[in-house]
Structures are given as structure tokens and as C-alpha cells.
């Protein structure tokens, strides 16, 4: 496992942006992909994108693609995620995770997860 450290949240309107943050205290050999997910109040948490370190294309959720971009700075064990057109649908906790996952979109493949933070998007 490895600790992980979320920034970037906040509140914005409609339409508006945000660029979430994850620093990786390490990033041994055996994780080789980022995640993030989000959980809305009262919902159960979700897939919203991946990617792995070593490169390749990203993975998205149906309800995030052509928003959102997923990122990572591999020298700096960070990664991003670039929320662009956000919806208040998108209100919610954002989490990074980090993991081995052979199914990226499923959380049994993390072993790893940030604290989360909050992202308010109103109309």
C-alpha cells in the first residue's frame, strides 16, 4: 500500500472547472494504475476514470468522457484529474486509488485510497 494525498476540490458552478490532484507517497512495482472514483450522498461509490503508470489510454466512465481527462506525472508519483464542463450531477466526493487492478473500473482492484475530496458543482 501506499499513502495517498488528494487536493484540488471545491465548489464551482455550472459549466465551470476543477483539477483534482493525487500524490503517491511511493509507487512500488506492484501498482500500476490510477483510479479515480466518486460517491455522491446517499449513492454508492463509482468509477470515474484510470489510467495506468507505464502509459496506454485512459479509462473512463460513460458520464464523464469528453469532460473529464485523466493525467500523470509519473516522476512526481501524481496524478490529475482535469474536470472541465462540470454538471451538478457531478457533486460529490472524489477519491484516488491505486492498485493493481486488472478490471480498473472495479474498487477490488485498489489497495490503496486518498481521503477523498469534496467537489460541489451548483446550477
Known amino acids: 500500500q501506499v499513502r495517498l494525498i488528494e487536493s484540488g476540490g471545491g465548489s464551482v458552478q455550472a459549466g465551470g472547472s476543477l483539477r483534482l490532484s493525487c500524490a503517491a507517497s511511493?509507487?512500488?512495482?506492484?501498482?500500476?494504475?490510477m483510479g479515480w472514483f466518486r460517491q455522491a450522498p446517499g449513492k454508492e461509490r463509482e468509477f470515474v476514470a484510470a489510467?495506468?503508470?507505464?502509459?496506454?489510454?485512459?479509462f473512463y466512465a460513460d458520464s464523464v468522457k469528453g469532460r473529464f481527462t485523466i493525467a500523470r506525472d509519473a516522476a512526481k508519483n501524481t496524478g490529475y484529474l482535469q474536470m472541465n464542463s462540470l454538471k451538478p450531477e457531478d457533486t460529490a466526493v472524489y477519491y484516488c486509488?491505486?492498485?493493481?487492478?486488472?478490471?480498473?473500473?472495479?474498487?477490488?482492484?485498489?489497495?490503496?485510497w486518498g481521503q477523498g475530496t469534496q467537489v460541489t458543482v451548483s446550477s
Open positions: 486509488a491505486a492498485g493493481s487492478a486488472d478490471v480498473v473500473s472495479t474498487m477490488g482492484g485498489y489497495n490503496s
Open positions: 511511493a509507487r512500488p512495482f506492484s501498482i500500476d494504475t
Open positions: 489510467i495506468r503508470w507505464g502509459g496506454g489510454s485512459p
